[in-house]
């Protein structure tokens, strides 16, 4: 899992890189690669584009999760958080033109992309256009490196922003003076006089992350989850608040590492890779393949690769105490899927897609999660009523484990050239890529 967090979305290895990642994995892992072929560079590419290592309980080289065609949508909800995703080559894209800008146009990029941004990112990002109101030739970096940010003071100030937003949305579905308001008020009085001298100055101390005022992300989540039996609010509503709520970052360090690495670089076109990179659109193992679960596509779901790194092993009964809004997603997120389908965006191949997801996430949950989905028939009715032609079977379009199909995206040549003559961050080039405090993998 580390692997695939890592790698997700990166431009292209060099042999050096690959080695420090596969010790980095404690897996058993064999590289299928003989790094003195002359095709080493393409397939090691395509290797970790598909964003995985093999493990070698599974059968045949390659298999890629970029045969997964749901990583190749853009803007379908995250089956987790029900963030917008990105593909790898919008990332890319977002990193080329925020890199390039400064002032109030980076602003404008940075407003326009909001939605893309996860918690601890956007926090950041919420800093940094602060900054930009009085320097209007800042860029990403300098933003950075010209004000000296707090951590502590990024994260805090982003979570009260988040509590905010949460009381908004309740009084907008549940009206004045509702029992998720009274909450978030609550909340907020912890942020009313906060601190510096509560927290640790050592940033690899974990109190260095909790800031010590008492706010507790989890408990958040689930106090709004509880007033569904206790205040008698309708799940729906519940659910529209918790999407907002889920957003609320928990981690300085995270913040801390991202600003040290990256803000005081001098590579903006790095910084706003790493600053959208938690967007992109990764394959979930339903099952995970640490216990078994295979290399394929009814075993995969699409998720943002933030909540893809955050579940690791997790049973889903864990994770859902961290993202309690997913049974939902998953979803918004089949239906937008199969909406896909039934255009023929992804190929006739995905037709049992829908059925697959909701069998494997049925059993995964032992039926804590129940999906309505349409079958194969539904779907081909679904495009019969809308005059839309069957898509043709290819079977390239299907994962599995014996696939030969490498997905269609290898990098913007551009964005590689960019980050050639640059200076790369401080730090060691592999470590930047690390799981963050609170995406560690369990
Ligand atoms: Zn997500």
């Known amino acids: ?48 584009m598909g964003s ?19 990583k ?27 890199g ?13 992309n909001m939605p893309y941004f996860r918690a601890e990112e956007k926090a950041i990002v919420h800093y940094i256009q602060k900054q930009l109101k009085d320097m209007p030739d800042a860029t990403l970096t300098t933003a950075i490196s010209r004000t000296a940010p707090d951590p502590v003071k990024i994260l805090q100030d982003e979570q009260a922003d988040v509590i905010k937003r949460t009381s908004e949305k309740s009084k907008e579905l549940l009206g004045e003076k509702n029992p998720i308001q009274s909450l978030c008020e609550r909340e907020l009085t912890k942020f009313a006089a906060p601190s510096k001298d509560r927290r640790k100055k050592d940033g690899n101390n974990k109190d260095f992350d909790s800031a010590k005022n008492g706010f507790n992300r989890t408990d958040f989540l689930a106090n709004i989850v509880a007033m569904e039996d206790k205040k008698g609010i309708a799940h729906e509503n519940i659910h529209k608040v918790l999407d907002v709520a889920v957003q609320v970052p928990e981690s300085a360090k995270t913040i801390s590492k991202m600003i040290t690495s990256y803000g005081y670089g001098n590579n903006d076109t790095q910084f706003a890779k790493r600053l959208i990179q938690k967007a992109v659109v990764t394959a979930e193992h339903i099952h995970p393949k640490s216990k078994g679960g295979p290399n394929a596509t009814d075993n995969y779901m699409g998720e943002c690769q933030e909540c893809n790194g955050s579940r690791g092993n997790m049973s889903y009964d864990e994770w859902m105490k961290k993202y309690p809004n997913m ?13 896909e389908i039934i255009k023929g965006s992804i190929g006739g191949n995905y037709d049992d897609y829908p059925v697959d997801l909701k069998e494997a996430i049925e059993k995964e949950t032992q039926g804590k999660v129940v999906l309505t989905v349409k079958n194969p028939e539904e779907i081909d009715k679904a495009r019969e009523e809308r005059g839309l032609p069957k898509p043709q079977k290819d079977e390239k379009e299907r994962a599995n484990a014996a696939g030969s199909y490498q997905g269609s995206y290898h990098g913007l040549p551009e964005l590689e050239n960019q980050n050639a003559g640059k200076k790369k961050p401080h730090h060691h080039h592999f470590e930047r890529f690390l799981p963050t405090a609170n995406t560690q993998a369990a």
Not at 26 to 48: C, G, H
Not at 52 to 70: D, E, H, L
Not at 76 to 82: K, L, N, V
């Open 327 to 339: 049974p939902d997603n998953i979803q918004v997120h089949a239906d937008a899927v199969t909406e």
């Open 72 to 98: 190749e949508l853009e803007d379908m909800p995250c089956t987790c958080c029900g963030r917008p995703m990105m593909t790898n080559k919008q990332t890319d894209e977002f990193a080329l033109k925020a």
């Open 100 to 112: 390039k800008a400064a002032g109030a146009e980076l602003n404008n990029i940075l407003e326009e």
């Open 1 to 48: 899992m580390q692997v695939q967090r890592i790698m997700a979305g990166m431009p292209i290895l060099n042999s050096v890189q690959t080695k420090n990642v596969q010790q980095a994995d404690k897996a058993p892992v064999s590289n299928p690669v003989k790094e003195d072929s002359p095709k080493t560079s393409q397939i090691l590419r395509n290797y970790f």
């Open 52 to 70: 995985q290592m093999v493990n070698p309980a599974f059968t045949g080289f390659p298999c890629s999760t970029s045969n997964f065609k749901v």
